[in-house]
């Protein structure tokens, strides 16, 4: 069987972006975030956590792109064909344009997050030991950001502690609106927005037929409208949830 590879058409060489304050990530940020044409207000709204960016002289709205590349919220996809996935042969679980393959394992994972080009987003109940290698070494070459709750490695953090290490870029405990500290609901690591792996207790676990078969198996998503969707509703929310942004922002130079 042919391996699933992303369509350049669809997602072509070039920018894009994030939200300050959720991470929601946008091909477009024109078509993606809401402009008030409203003289008495003037901003553009974040339809995820709907952070409000506020014109200044600085910056009108026909440079908000140009605003989100100079505070670093954007980022290049230099080579779309390049997939940092490589699914193999065989049949399993998982949704792109090219049809299914199988659910994907530890190995896989690692050796998708290492051909990262411009970023690797995760929120995981722990860091499983599998891939805390890998996502060292990333954080190396792109920005690593992730959510993830209690236990695991040393290098997740304690409760209400955001932490910043050279290694393994910014990690931070997932809270609630009441500000209670719990693990992520739903397992997720996007890289690049070209592949996505969500599902199992921590990405390597529940694979079809092994000890772990009672468990929700791996899927692997390589259609970027999915990739994004599923980025933006599951590890957006729990990004915005600690952050300390308020409700607007002024778009002033960085």
Same mark, same amino acid.
């Given at each position: 069987?042919?391996?699933?590879?992303?369509?350049?058409?669809?997602?072509?060489?070039?920018?894009?972006? !994030?939200?300050?304050?959720?991470?929601?990530?946008?091909?477009?940020?024109?078509? !993606?975030?809401?402009?008030?044409?409203?003289?008495?207000?003037?901003?553009?709204?974040?339809?995820?956590?709907?952070?409000?960016?506020?014109?200044?002289?600085?910056?009108?709205?026909?440079?908000?792109?140009?605003?989100?590349?100079?505070?670093?919220?954007?980022?290049?996809?230099?080579?779309?064909?390049?997939?940092?996935?490589?699914?193999?042969?065989?049949?399993?679980?998982?949704?792109?344009?090219?049809?299914?393959?199988?659910?994907?394992?530890?190995?896989?994972?690692?050796?998708?997050?290492?051909?990262?080009?411009?970023?690797?987003?995760?929120?995981?109940?722990?860091?499983?030991?599998?891939?805390?290698?890998?996502?060292?070494?990333?954080?190396?070459?792109?920005?690593?950001?992730?959510?993830?709750?209690?236990?695991?490695?040393?290098?997740?953090?304690?409760?209400?502690?955001?932490?910043?290490?050279?290694?393994?870029?910014?990690?931070?405990?997932?809270?609630?609106?009441?500000?209670?500290?719990?693990?992520?609901?739903?397992?997720?690591?996007?890289?690049?927005?070209?592949?996505?792996?969500?599902?199992?207790?921590?990405?390597?676990?529940?694979?079809?037929?092994?000890?772990?078969?009672?468990?929700?198996?791996?899927?692997?998503?390589?259609?970027?409208?999915?990739? !994004?969707?599923?980025?933006?509703?599951?590890?957006?929310?729990?990004?915005?949830?600690?952050?300390?942004?308020?409700?607007?922002?002024?778009?002033?130079?960085?």
């Amino acid at each position: 069987m042919s391996k699933a590879t992303v369509e350049p058409s669809r997602f072509p060489a070039g920018p894009g972006y !994030f939200c300050m304050k959720c991470l929601a990530l946008a091909r477009e940020a024109k078509r !993606f975030y809401k402009f008030s044409k409203r003289i008495d207000e003037p901003k553009i709204e974040c339809p995820v956590c709907t952070l409000m960016y506020v014109y200044t002289e600085d910056f009108s709205p026909e440079m908000f792109a140009e605003y989100l590349a100079s505070v670093g919220c954007s980022f290049e996809i230099r080579d779309p064909a390049k997939q940092p996935a490589d699914p193999g042969q065989g049949a399993g679980n998982q949704r792109g344009p090219d049809g299914p393959a199988p659910a994907a394992t530890g190995e896989m994972i690692s050796r998708a997050i290492g051909q990262a080009q411009a970023f690797v987003h995760f929120s995981l109940p722990v860091i499983p030991p599998a891939l805390v290698g890998a996502l060292k070494v990333a954080s190396s070459q792109v920005p690593v950001r992730g959510i993830t709750g209690e236990g695991g490695e040393d290098i997740t953090p304690r409760p209400g502690e955001h932490t910043r290490n050279a290694m393994m870029g910014e990690i931070r405990r997932a809270r609630k609106e009441t500000g209670v500290w719990e693990p992520p609901p739903r397992s997720i690591l996007v890289i690049d927005g070209l592949a996505a792996f969500t599902g199992g207790e921590n990405l390597i676990s529940g694979s079809p037929g092994g000890e772990d078969a009672g468990n929700e198996a791996i899927e692997t998503v390589t259609d970027p409208d999915g990739i !994004f969707s599923l980025h933006n509703k599951i590890l957006s929310p729990l990004w915005a949830a600690t952050s300390d942004l308020g409700e607007k922002i002024f778009m002033d130079p960085a």
